[in-house]
């Protein structure tokens, strides 16, 4: 045996790192702690040495040849060149291009496949609502993010029009939306005239700044919706709006367990109820009026936007994309400062809406098929799909292929730890029936950014903020 470091495994200090996922039960183990003597071996291996002509005769990395972390030269695994070239799961779009360093098991199941079970009963971090309370004597029962995109105007017609609230619909006009979600967008405030739509554009120099330096950490300028929440928030505090509605396809709620920004346990209601308590004490104890099921989470995201560089890299949860939009939205002091200023009179006073999500599952039928929800929303408020027939993620931005891109090269040059959130939740949504899985294959090859050069509208983002 000649000796290598397997392929997506990397030495950072004392700690191995897995750039991949793995198969169960270790889907979620990405790190592994080694004795000095095992980091002095694992940085001397060259692929050349026999495993018994290494200085102690290869006992220091007995353990992690029996982990199959130290393999023989000839077992270790080469990435593919292309989705044409990927090995993809036996049962969802999960493939080892998308998402390099994805593991198989002996029956061709990816790690997604084997830990659904385990993952089905997750709804979210937030409360999970199939219905929402009107609010008497409030100008409003609730508000949404509205992007045009397929997702949020499903969310909007469901909520206003079959449960028939006063619904405030949130719209940021980003540069990069699409002509389809614009399109949208107008036919939707024709065919719910009950639905007050507030538009909102962030000024373009602070915008600039907040991409320039999103592009510099990340490589790509994807922050949604935290432009918006710094946008809207103040003015949902100022007329009392009492929830803030998420609605997130079914697959990116799960998408946070399999890259670590959210431990699965958390998904639990009663650990979500727990945590609150615990909260709350704290705020009665510090003389502060105590928050409700969805103000303390709002409280806490917010509070993300708002951390200091470098925070959301430390501790047990490794979230740097929040870390990264977190230091961008610095760069923008004029227009953070209202939303600081909501959100540390909160901190004191309460007052934030409730931040929950509308279980699409649920309130679909019991799965949220994308092609059922398309046909309803043509129908019922004129929604406008995208030109290319075959798509069904992530319906409202121009160039969503240009951070599948970016997050692949970034994931593959172990770079960062980001697993390509398209890829999981391509791979999620074909193993739920949300799509098929021939229906995701051929999306991820014809219609993703997980291809070998950059996608033509990567000089259309980089061109926004450079000019």
Known sequence: MIPVLQSRWRLEGNRLVYYGLRNAPNTLRRKVKVTPSEARAIAALDGSVPLKELPDGGRALRRLVKLGIVVDRSARRRAPASLEEARFCRRCAANDFAIPGLEFSAGGLCPICQTERRFRPCKNVTPVHTSLPRSPGRRYDAAVFYTGGKDSS??????????????????????????????????????????????????????????????RLQRNVCLCPAV??????????QWKVPYLVLGTEPAQCKNFIYNNFAPAFYYRPWIQALARFGFNLWRVVTLRPPMGPGEVECYMMMRQYLMPPGAGKRGLLHNEMMANIAAALAQAPALLAPFRETVERAKRKGGLPNLVHLDLD???????????????????????????????????????????????????????????????????????????????????????GFTPEPPPEWADMVGFFQN
């Open 362 to 448: 649920a309130v679909a039928g019991g799965v949220y098929r994308w092609s059922e929800i398309k046909e309803i929303l043509a129908r019922e408020i004129g929604w406008v799909d995208a030109p290319v027939e075959g798509k069904g993620l992530h319906t409202s931005c121009s160039i969503e292929r240009c951070k599948e891109y970016a997050q692949m090269v970034s994931f593959r040059d172990m770079e960062s730890r980001v697993i390509p959130f398209s890829a999981v939740e391509m791979a999620l949504a074909s193993a739920s029936g949300t799509v098929s899985r021939e229906e995701a294959v051929r999306e991820l090859k014809e219609h993703s």
């Open 228 to 237: 918006a929440y710094v946008l809207f928030l103040p003015r949902l505090v």
């Open 154 to 215: 499903y969310l909007l017609y469901h909520l206003a029009k079959v449960q028939k609230l006063r619904v405030l619909a949130l719209c940021w006009e980003t540069p990069y939306m699409s002509p389809w979600a614009r399109e949208s967008v107008a036919h939707a405030r024709e065919a719910l005239p009950e639905v007050d739509f507030l538009v909102e554009k962030a000024p373009e120099q602070e915008l600039k700044a907040i991409y320039q330096e999103l592009y």
